[in-house]
């Protein structure tokens, strides 16, 4: 089903500047792994060897973060987003 | 035609590249390049008519990534992949250590934490693991050092490849990286029961001479009161086995070591205060022995006289390879130094870059 994949700035050279990419998926994995077919170089920026989302990016469906829902099993239905963001850290 | 010097600063926040003729009276300065985060390794690559920069970038929101420019350094574009273990290895590639030529005209070699190599033939957009060392019997054996468990150093002759790993040891290869063999006779450790295991020990660099191809420098992870000597270490032997050189430094810690481009008997090291790690007494020196470290000077003329603590990394001291080769050095304070007439005069080039994890110098005719 439809549902859109919000992007960080630093991620959207990888889609021609778009700030979002649309994909027809039913959970966060799919979304992730359609991200792969969008480009490769995103999706690896995304997360890493083990398909385990990186460590300082958190997914929100809507608003909530999926780790308080089915982590990557979270079920998407029309119209949801998927919101990439980075994690407050650095130094 | 012009010669040019380029000098790669990998930085906390990204590369910066420093540009001068051949005086090196004035170096220019642009960048940061990246993404503002660790610049661990860079590379001028002059094999082919165009020189290309590489340098890593280790993103610790998105993942390591390689940049390459083939502009001297004006502009860098992302590779279209970086290393990455294959699927069901389990590992994550989690920063870039090294990167250097390998033989012939396009190889391209990564050394990788957690420590494995990498080779590309295609100018870095696509990488293959190379098994014989990255799953070598003993890999799963190795451990992290603080610094990670890096592959750091790779150096080439042909065939011949020799990896420094922390905490992994001093690896050989004599097939070109199809199979390796730890050689660490007289690598001493002082973080395990037995002070010469046959794999493990925190190698911090090893360096060569072209032209003593079986003699070898190490800095290793010295500075252990109850295992004095296994700091600074040479070997006669390919490699073979190792013997102290550091009678006469004020600590056998240290993390760089490098050779005189034009001398194999000249080789230097920045000692350091053990537990510290920095500078001994507040005072920044660099050591030099050129008669193949039995006897060591100390270099200070140009750097502060006091009251200075910082450290100077694995990758943070190079040389360049004009006919009078110049020294250079990156601090974590952020300053980078020119070391002139082999290190006998030290100038500071810039105050106030960010923490500076490696400096590699080369240079290009344009």
């Given at each position: 089903?439809p549902?859109?994949?919000?992007l960080?700035?630093?991620l959207?050279?990888?889609?021609?500047?778009?700030?979002?990419?649309?994909?027809?998926?039913?959970d966060?994995?799919?979304a992730?792994?359609?991200?792969?077919?969008?480009?490769?170089q995103?999706?690896?920026?995304?997360?890493?060897e083990?398909?385990?989302?990186?460590?300082?990016l958190?997914?929100?469906v809507?608003?909530?973060?999926?780790?308080?829902?089915?982590?990557?099993e979270?079920?998407?239905?029309?119209?949801d987003?998927?919101?990439i963001?980075?994690?407050v850290?650095?130094? | 035609m012009?010669?040019?010097?380029?000098?790669?600063?990998?930085?906390?926040?990204?590369?910066?590249?420093?540009?001068s003729?051949?005086?090196?009276?004035?170096?220019?300065?642009?960048g940061?390049?990246?993404?503002?985060?660790?610049?661990?390794?860079?590379?001028?690559?002059?094999?082919?008519?165009?020189?290309?920069?590489?340098a890593?970038?280790?993103?610790?929101?998105?993942?390591?990534?390689?940049?390459?420019?083939?502009d001297?350094?004006?502009?860098?574009k992302?590779?279209?992949?970086?290393?990455?273990f294959p699927?069901?290895d389990?590992?994550t590639?989690?920063?870039?250590?090294?990167?250097?030529p390998?033989?012939?005209?396009?190889e391209?070699?990564?050394?990788?934490?957690?420590?494995?190599?990498?080779?590309?033939?295609?100018?870095?957009d696509?990488?293959?693991?190379?098994?014989?060392?990255?799953?070598?019997?003993?890999?799963?054996?190795?451990?992290?050092?603080?610094?990670?468990l890096?592959?750091?150093?790779?150096?080439?002759?042909?065939d011949?490849?020799h990896?420094?790993?922390s905490?992994?040891?001093?690896?050989?290869?004599?097939d070109?990286?199809?199979?390796?063999k730890?050689?660490n006779?007289g690598?001493?450790?002082?973080f395990?029961?037995?002070?010469?295991?046959?794999?493990?020990?925190?190698?911090?660099k090893?360096?060569?001479?072209?032209?003593?191809?079986d003699?070898l420098?190490?800095?290793?992870?010295?500075?252990?009161?109850?295992?004095?000597g296994v700091?600074?270490?040479?070997?006669d032997?390919?490699?073979?086995?190792?013997?102290?050189?550091?009678?006469?430094?004020?600590?056998?810690?240290?993390?760089?070591?490098?050779?005189?481009?034009?001398?194999?008997?000249?080789?230097?090291v920045?000692?350091?205060?053990?537990?510290?790690?920095?500078?001994p007494?507040?005072?920044?020196a660099?050591?030099?022995?050129?008669?193949?470290?039995?006897?060591?000077?100390?270099?200070?003329?140009?750097?502060?006289?006091?009251?200075?603590?910082?450290?100077?990394?694995?990758?943070?001291?190079?040389?360049?390879?004009?006919?009078?080769?110049?020294?250079?050095?990156?601090?974590?304070?952020?300053?980078?130094?020119?070391?002139?007439?082999?290190?006998?005069?030290?100038?500071?080039?810039?105050?106030?870059?960010?923490?500076?994890?490696?400096?590699?110098?080369t240079?290009?005719?344009?």
């Open positions: 089903m549902v859109s994949v919000q960080p700035s630093a959207r050279p990888y889609v021609g500047g778009a700030d979002s990419v649309e994909l027809d998926v039913a966060v994995r799919s992730l792994q359609g991200l792969a077919g969008v480009n490769a995103l999706y690896r920026s995304i997360c890493d083990t398909g385990a989302v990186r460590r300082h958190n997914l929100f809507n608003d909530a973060h999926i780790r308080d829902l089915a982590g990557v979270t079920q998407l239905k029309n119209g987003t998927l919101i963001l980075t994690a850290s650095g130094g | 012009a010669e040019r010097v380029i000098l790669c600063i990998g930085t906390k926040k990204g590369l910066f590249i420093a540009e003729g051949p005086k090196r009276t004035r170096f220019e300065l642009r940061p390049f990246g993404d503002g985060v660790p610049v661990y390794s860079a590379l001028v690559d002059t094999r082919a008519k165009k020189p290309r920069i590489y890593s970038s280790c993103n610790p929101w998105f993942g390591n990534k390689i940049y390459r420019s083939t001297l350094g004006h502009t860098f992302e590779t279209k992949s970086a290393p990455a699927e069901g389990g590992r590639l989690q920063n870039i250590w090294a990167m250097v390998g033989r012939g005209k396009k391209l070699l990564a050394g990788v934490e957690p420590a494995s190599l990498f080779r590309s033939m295609d100018g870095g696509s990488w293959e693991m190379m098994p014989g060392i990255s799953n070598h019997e003993h890999a799963r054996d190795w451990h992290p050092g603080y610094g990670g890096c592959m750091h150093t790779i150096v080439l002759d042909g011949h490849i990896l420094g790993i905490t992994g040891g001093h690896y050989v290869s004599e070109g990286g199809t199979t390796f730890a050689s006779k690598v001493g450790a002082g395990v029961p037995d002070p010469y295991p046959e794999f493990g020990q925190c190698v911090h090893i360096a060569r001479h072209p032209a003593a191809p003699r420098y190490m800095q290793n992870h010295g500075g252990w009161e109850d295992r004095p700091g600074v270490l040479r070997s032997d390919d490699g073979k086995s190792w013997y102290s050189i550091a009678d006469g430094l004020p600590s056998d810690f240290g993390f760089p070591i490098v050779v005189h481009p034009d001398d194999p008997d000249t080789v230097y920045v000692p350091l205060e053990t537990v510290t790690r920095t500078c007494g507040g005072q920044p660099v050591w030099r022995s050129t008669n193949g470290g039995r006897k060591w000077k100390k270099l200070t003329k140009g750097f502060p006289k006091k009251d200075a603590y910082y450290t100077v990394l694995r990758d943070a001291l190079d040389f360049d390879d004009l006919k009078a080769p110049a020294l250079y050095m990156g601090t974590t304070n952020g300053k980078v130094w020119i070391g002139r007439d082999g290190g006998d005069q030290w100038d500071c080039l810039f105050d106030d870059l960010p923490t500076v994890y490696c400096v590699k110098s240079v290009v005719t344009v």
